[in-house]
């Protein structure tokens, strides 16, 4: 569905050229949770934002469906991405519309891919039931971050991709975000995320480890 051949990412910094990510070929699996695993600095959010489309490789090809992105424009790249990639961030408000209420920002994710959300079902899903008039900041973290695995869902996505979803919650909401991520994994949504949290890890499916921007055999 997703596949990375032979990814090459460099970046050009005041002290020289960075290989961030190298040589790196994979498919990210049709079903199920990936985590992209690896010490700080191995380049699992470089990856993420490469299989996101948000960034081009400088070398090497991603295919989404078969069909290579390279070519793509990038506004062909963005609506793409709309259509069929969602992107959770590390800090829960980031990923949501704070002024709006949280049946809102469901509503907004789904027409915003050109879908419309079943809101009630989405937030018993979550298990946020009756929150759909709420504002976000009255939410905890957690639920924040709950809500935005529920707004890649409402806007049904081929494959929603997480970086470091559980690294800014405490252990309590950081379980409630587990919960959900294998959840949408079993309904059949790929999901991916970059972490090193052991918890999360440990509910993968498919494994990548990362270590100095390669993959470890
Ligand atoms: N925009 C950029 N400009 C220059 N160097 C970058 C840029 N983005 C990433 N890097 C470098 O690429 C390497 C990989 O970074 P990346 O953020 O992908 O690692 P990470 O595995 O996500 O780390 P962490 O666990 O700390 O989030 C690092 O050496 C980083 O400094
Ligand atoms: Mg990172």
Redesign the pocket.
């Known amino acids: 569905m997703l596949r990375l051949r032979e990814v090459e ?1 460099r ?3 005041p002290g020289g050229v ?4 190298s040589d790196v070929s994979l498919d990210v699996p049709a079903r199920g949770l990936t985590v ?1 695993a ?12 490469v299989l996101s489309l948000v960034e081009r490789p400088t070398l090497g090809a991603v295919e989404l469906h078969g069909a290579g992105t390279g070519r793509l424009s990038d506004r062909a790249r963005r609506r793409l991405r709309r259509r069929e990639i969602s992107l959770v961030f590390q800090n829960p408000a980031d990923n949501l519309v704070g002024h709006l209420t949280v049946g809102d920002n469901l509503r907004a994710a789904a027409q915003a891919s050109g879908r419309s959300a079943r809101v009630p079902e989405l937030l018993a899903q979550l298990g946020l039931p009756d929150t759909a008039g709420w504002r976000v900041p009255a939410l905890s973290g957690g639920q924040q971050q709950r809500l935005a695995f529920g707004c890649a869902l409402a806007r049904e996505s081929a494959v929603v991709l997480a ?2 979803p559980t690294s800014q919650l405490d252990a309590a909401s950081a379980d409630l975000v587990l919960e959900t991520v294998a959840d949408l994994a079993r309904r059949g949504v790929p999901v991916v995320v ?1 972490s ?1 949290d052991p918890r999360l890890i440990a509910l993968a499916d498919t494994r990548f480890d ?1 270590e100095n ?1 390669v993959l470890a055999a």
């Open positions: 990412v970046y050009r910094t960075v290989t961030a990510v992209l690896g010490p700080s600095g191995s380049g699992k959010s470089t990856l993420l934002r970086d470091e970059a090193h990362l921007g």
